[in-house]
């Protein structure tokens, strides 16, 4: 195969690897969520919301608190996210010379519209990023004032409503981390096809086990959580 023939190549099987792999996170976590890291995630919190709702007088701060750091995480993440957006928007702007002496490093399509599409690709990841950082942030500073209402441990309704207010400012927070863990290969694409498809096997791979549960962890959740909402039915009936 030519070299300017290996980024039509490549690089779509690269992105293919990622999405297939995401396609069957998404697959998994709606229909076994306990098998990855997400669905046990998301479960936590459920209880988590009912316990501080149910107590919020004793409660209260710990919610505020942990809430609190979510929303500097998530700050700080749009932050990089954004400075980044301009770093890369600024080089590429500028007339810069050394086009001549990174040219030899790269082993595939050499062509300055290729070049553009490699940048523009970074630009709006790290964009896609920052985004869903600051949604992210809207939804726990929306839910801060949620948590800290009084609510009847029968009250369904409320704390199924924080609850679920929460979630999405966690599944916004993971797309943010997806976006800054997809850069990686597009960023690597500077250099070539070849290193960029690497990165999309190897980074799949990883994820796999990020994502994840073992057996271990799937009874050691599920027991806690049973011990966890048998006090909570004490404390209803008390």
Same mark, same amino acid.
């Given at each position: 195969?030519?070299? =300017? ?22 697959? &998994?976590?709606?229909? *076994? ?20 709702? &149910? =107590? ?11 809430? +609190? ?15 980044? @957006? ?10 810069? #010379? ?17 070049? @553009?599409? #490699?940048?523009? /690709?970074?630009?709006? /990841? ?9 949604? @992210?942030? +809207?939804?726990?500073? %929306? ?54 498809? @690497? /990165?999309? /096997?190897?980074?799949? *791979?990883?994820?796999?086990?990020? =994502?994840? &549960?073992?057996?271990?962890?799937? %009874? ?8 966890? &909402?048998?006090?909570?039915?004490? =404390?209803?009936?008390?």
């Amino acid at each position: 195969m030519e070299e =300017d023939q290996l980024d039509y190549v490549l690089v779509p099987l690269g992105l293919l690897l990622m999405g297939l792999y995401h396609i069957w996170l998404i697959f &998994t976590i709606l229909h *076994f969520p306990n098998r990855t890291v997400i669905g046990i995630n998301a479960e936590s919190r459920h209880h988590w919301v009912f316990s501080v709702m &149910t =107590d919020p007088v004793k409660n209260g701060v710990l919610a505020v608190q942990t809430i +609190r750091n979510n929303i500097m995480a998530s700050t700080l993440l749009a932050t990089t996210a954004i400075t980044l @957006s301009s770093l890369i928007s600024v080089y590429v702007s500028s007339t810069s #010379k050394s086009s001549n002496a990174t040219s030899q490093l790269v082993y595939g399509n050499k062509t300055s519209m290729i070049s @553009s599409i #490699k940048y523009f /690709c970074i630009l709006l /990841c790290f964009l896609l990023a920052f985004l869903f950082n600051v949604q @992210s942030i +809207r939804y726990y500073a %929306h839910v801060s004032f949620l948590a800290t209402t009084p609510t009847w441990s029968n009250d369904k309704e409320s704390i199924e409503y924080v609850v679920r207010n929460l979630n999405r400012g966690s599944l916004f927070w993971s797309l943010g981390l997806r976006a800054f863990y997809l850069s990686f290969p597009l960023f690597l694409w500077i250099f070539g096809p070849i290193p960029m498809f @690497s /990165c999309c /096997c190897i980074l799949s *791979f990883l994820l796999y086990f990020l =994502d994840t &549960t073992s057996s271990f962890t799937r %009874h050691l959740h599920c027991h806690s959580l049973k011990q966890v &909402t048998k006090s909570n039915n004490m =404390d209803s009936v008390v």
